[in-house]
């Protein structure tokens, strides 16, 4: 059964698969400003075994308020969903909000990977992650999606998501995390 835990270098070669398997959906191109677009066009290093880990420790440093990002960006958990050695997909707990995450990004981003959806894995991982956001201090998150985005706003819902409102083409809705 699925697993939502840290990322780990164990998943490197079905890790790699799944971003090209991201790459082939056309993600990472220049006006991708998702999480996994930024991480195809950043992560050369991640054919090597050595990057592969120096991305891992990168991605696990996150969470520390000291650790080096881009401006305006905040602290984040990142999340993998793995069942045995096959990485499904991941997704991002963002600590706080800035404007730009109140509008548009919200706490929380996801992915599932192409050959791995439309079998309830995001649905699951979300499910997982709210117990997290709570012990990270959040008591609701944020989730934004694309008002077309039917898959997302399902699983939004499905996990508790209330619709607050639609600030231009995204929803905005809240989850309370369970506590």
């Known amino acids: 059964m699925p697993s939502l835990g ?15 398997e991201f790459q082939a959906e056309g993600r990472g191109v220049p006006s991708d400003n998702t ?6 066009r950043e992560r050369p290093q991640w054919n090597t075994g050595c990057g592969f880990a120096e ?3 990168e991605l696990l440093a996150q969470p520390r308020e000291g650790t080096p990002r881009p401006e305006g960006w905040v602290p984040w958990t990142t999340l993998w969903y793995v069942e045995g050695e096959e990485y499904l997909g991941g997704l991002a707990i963002r600590h706080r909000l800035t404007p730009h995450l ?5 706490h929380v981003g996801y992915d599932v990977r192409r050959s791995a959806r439309r079998r ?3 649905t699951a ?8 956001a709570r012990g990270l201090g959040l008591e609701r998150i944020l989730l ?9 706003r399902r699983v ?7 619709l607050e409102d639609q600030c231009g083409v995204k929803l905005r809705y809240w989850i309370p995390t369970p506590g």
Request: charged share 20%.
């Open 35 to 40: 999480r996994i677009g930024a991480q195809l």
């Open 156 to 162: 939004i819902e499905v996990n508790g998501g209330v």
């Open 120 to 122: 309830g894995h995001a």
């Open 144 to 152: 934004t999606c694309d008002v077309g985005n039917i898959a997302s």
């Open 6 to 20: 840290p990322p780990t270098v164990r998943v490197r070669e079905s890790f790699l698969a799944a971003m090209r």
């Open 55 to 57: 991305y891992v420790d």
């Open 125 to 132: 991982m979300l499910r997982q992650a709210l117990p997290v």
């Open 102 to 106: 109140l509008e548009y990004g919200g």
